[in-house]
Structure formats: structure tokens, C-alpha cells
């Protein structure tokens, strides 16, 4: 038990090491924040894009034709 309470300790210190690094270069822990919801956005509409592009394909359909 103990072992796993140490292993948990050193990797929050670890994590807040990490942010700490990550905080610096980006200038803030808020700055990364918002940095991480933008990919987090950009992520989700990539998703969607290409699921519609899958669609498109499937159902033979194009915009515009």
C-alpha cells in the first residue's frame, strides 16, 4: 500500500512539474488552458468533416452537384 501511495505522489509531482515546464513556455496556465480547449475544438470538428466527407461518399452525394 504504501508503495502505491509513494508512486502516486511522485507522479503528481511529476504532472505538476510538467505543468509547471508547459506553463512557462506558454506563458501561463490559463494561456494553456485555452490552448488545449482550441485543439480540443479543433479536433472535434475535424471529426465531424470527416464523417460528413464519409457520408458524402457512401451516399454518392456532392455540394453543388
Known amino acids: 500500500m504504501i508503495h502505491a501511495e ?9 504532472q505538476k512539474r510538467l505543468g509547471q ?3 512557462r513556455r506558454y ?3 490559463q494561456n494553456l488552458e485555452l490552448q488545449r480547449l482550441d ?3 479543433a ?3 475535424l471529426l465531424r468533416a470527416r ?11 456532392t455540394k453543388g452537384g
Request: proline share 0%; net charge positive.
Open 6 to 14: 509513494r508512486r502516486f505522489a511522485e507522479e503528481t509531482q511529476k
Open 21 to 23: 515546464l508547459m506553463a
Open 27 to 29: 506563458g501561463s496556465t
Open 39 to 41: 485543439v480540443e475544438q
Open 43 to 45: 479536433q472535434k470538428e
Open 51 to 61: 464523417t460528413r466527407l464519409e457520408l458524402q461518399k457512401k451516399t454518392g452525394a
